[in-house]
């Protein structure tokens, strides 16, 4: 199961995986019936959760159901407990938007569709299409902002970031996730570095252009960012962390004041 979808992430082009991942995974999920594990977005429970991973599977990570990960779990459970975004809508912009956590915002805002806005370069989920680096939409544009997993992947990260700054509105705040090193000091990049192998072995996944280290927050306050770097996964209990399968991951909480 670990080698084959290793496989496929590697090999099957991402718009293609994100049509098709919705009846594949469910199906790979009959294998892990059971109640050791329960996902927080869609409430399935399995005995663990599928392997995942591009270049290092990571046991007990993909949720068969509604295919979230780990940090989508983390994230959610932050959203849904530490902010208002599910009671009040407010026009939220969601950047390269996870299927997990769109279903579930698509429900909290229905009757106030027009206010949750999705984005990205080429998914076919998403309503609008436009490169982060370049975003056409006005200034002050959103008083909430979701984007993760998606600056190691652009070319100028610190451009993406002044795009982000630019249209939220002030008074606003997002949450802005990369994957971060926390054994580096410094982000590691080298745009000479071309070839999909070199850039795996080095960065961690073929598409990607950096590895973040301890300075990312740093990165996010170069934009006019203030930040909250918050060790979430550690002010739960060892039960939940367990329960949920969740991460070691920080939440990076940016505001615009």
């Known amino acids: 199961m670990k080698k084959l979808i290793r496989w496929v992430l590697n090999r099957v082009p991402r718009p293609v995986l994100q049509r098709a991942a919705g009846i594949g995974v469910p199906l790979l999920g009959?294998?892990?019936?059971?109640?050791?594990?329960?996902?927080?977005l869609c409430g399935a429970r399995r005995r663990r959760f599928l392997p995942y991973g591009y270049v290092t599977t990571r046991p007990n990570a993909l949720c068969p159901k509604c295919l979230s990960l780990e940090r989508h779990r983390l994230?959610?459970?932050?959203?849904?407990?530490e902010t208002d975004l599910l009671t009040r809508p407010v026009r939220l912009l969601h950047i390269a938007p996870e299927v997990c956590l769109m279903r579930r915002l698509k429900t909290r805002y229905r009757g106030h569709e027009e206010l949750y806005v999705t984005a990205d370069l080429e998914s076919p989920l998403a309503r609008l299409h436009f490169d982060v680096q370049d975003i056409p939409l006005e200034n002050d544009y959103a008083e909430v902002i979701l984007c993760n997993h998606l600056l190691?992947?652009?070319?100028?990260?610190?451009?993406?970031?002044?795009?982000?700054?630019?249209?939220?509105?002030?008074?606003?705040?997002?949450?802005?996730?990369?994957?971060?090193?926390?054994?580096?000091?410094?982000t590691f990049e080298d745009d000479t570095i071309t070839d999909p192998a070199e850039r795996t072995r080095l960065f961690?996944?073929?598409?990607?252009?950096?590895?973040?280290?301890?300075?990312?927050?740093?990165?996010?306050?170069?934009?006019?960012?203030e930040v909250a770097d918050i060790d979430y996964a550690g002010q739960l209990s060892p039960g939940e962390r367990r329960r949920y399968a969740l991460p070691e991951d920080r939440i990076y909480v940016v505001y615009k004041n």
């Open 30 to 40: 009959l294998f892990y019936a059971g109640r050791g594990v329960e996902c927080p």
């Open 204 to 225: 961690g996944q073929y598409d990607h252009r950096r590895i973040y280290g301890r300075d990312y927050p740093a990165r996010l306050r170069a934009a006019g960012f």
């Open 152 to 186: 190691e992947h652009v070319a100028d990260d610190a451009q993406a970031l002044r795009e982000l700054y630019r249209v939220m509105k002030p008074g606003g705040w997002g949450i802005l996730l990369s994957p971060v090193d926390p054994m580096r000091a410094r």
């Open 75 to 81: 994230l959610w459970l932050y959203l849904e407990r």
